[in-house]
């Protein structure tokens, strides 16, 4: 697994090249602004409960939460009972599904 100091070089890497295509008019500004809201993005880990709690209040089962993230259905179980916590994209996901709803990523 990658260090945090790794992970933040390679987002700041990514960043300047997608300045340099937004220069070149390869990305528009609305990309580019998307590109800036991602890099800012910080996601805080989220409690066993908390997982559950939110996807109760969405009244949607485990296997449909595992189904809108990619993930296992047994991956969403060791969450709501803390034995695995989410990390990388299915963390940012649970974060976005929980301040915009399930719709923004449907």
Same mark, same amino acid.
């Given at each position: ?21 937004? !220069? ?6 609305? $990309? ?24 109760? $209040?969405?009244?949607? !089962?485990?296997?449909? &939460? ?23 994209? !299915? ?5 976005? /599904?929980? $301040?915009?709803? &399930?719709?923004? /990523?449907?």
């Amino acid at each position: 697994m990658a260090s945090k100091k790794a992970n933040n070089r390679l987002i700041e890497e990514l960043h300047e090249t997608a300045e340099g295509l937004h !220069s070149l008019g390869l990305i528009t500004k609305k $990309r580019m602004l998307e590109y800036e809201y991602l890099r800012n993005l910080t996601v805080q880990p989220m409690p066993a409960a908390k997982i559950k709690l939110l996807r109760e $209040r969405m009244r949607i !089962s485990q296997a449909v &939460l595992a189904a809108v993230l990619n993930t296992s259905v047994s991956t969403v179980q060791k969450w709501e009972v803390g034995d695995k916590k989410p990390s990388g994209p !299915s963390l940012k996901l649970l974060s976005l /599904i929980e $301040r915009k709803g &399930l719709n923004a /990523i449907l």
